[in-house]
């Protein structure tokens, strides 16, 4: 058994929480390992329609569920060890549930390791980033992905002062925050709990290559900050 096939089985498809009328759990897991050992054009689309059929995401209503999260690394994989037909195919799937994702009128939102309650969006952007070298080589359309993924930022504080009449934080970025001058809102996760923050300022961006960054929230008190918080964006779950 290959790690794609593995990493398929272990998961309980049934079990991930999504739309009953529109879910098919048993799609997810035919259609990956259909897509895992396709070997041809054929296959691969038949595969693609599984999981977009209901498996991964409902391409009719443009519904993205859970299981396109939890299966974000097994396509990667395809797309990296599988064959050409079936690596267009895992990406293409990445792509729509990206997408639906970003305009996701349910605003589904999933457990993390990092955080219990993620905008889809934002899960699904973690797993390409971690994918970054192989999207950057797959020509156009990898690094469009690439850039997309990179909007749905994500901070994971490190440490935390006051300043003023707020609070300055120092960790990590993901992706990219937005240009510009002037004040950003974004979600704070902690302890369980999510927190609307309506200033946000990036003071210090990531240099030469480092994802380590600062940024400065007016208003807030450090002890809402301390390490492990992380924000997020609020314009993924508004859209």
Known sequence: MDIEAADIEAVDWSGLPAPADLYRPDHAATGLRALAT???????????????????????????????????PILLAIARHGRPQAGATAL????DALAFATHDGRRTRVATPYAEAVPICCALADHLRRGADLLAAAGHEGKRLLAEA????????????????GAVALGSLSGRFPD?????VAELHRGGRITALEQVVLHYPPEDGS????????GAHPDELAAPAVLF???????
């Open 38 to 72: 396709a070997t041809g054009l054929v296959q691969a689309a038949d595969a693609g329609a599984l999981l977009a059929g209901g498996g991964l995401l409902h391409d009719h209503s443009g519904a993205v569920f859970p299981a396109a999260v939890v299966a974000a």
């Open 150 to 165: 990179a909007a749905h930022w994500r901070f994971d504080v490190r440490e935390v002062a006051a300043e003023g009449g």
């Open 233 to 239: 964006p609020v314009r993924c779950v508004r859209e």
């Open 92 to 95: 293409g799937l990445l792509d």
């Open 180 to 184: 510009g001058d002037g004040t950003r």
């Open 211 to 218: 994802p380590d960054a600062c940024l400065r929230i007016p």
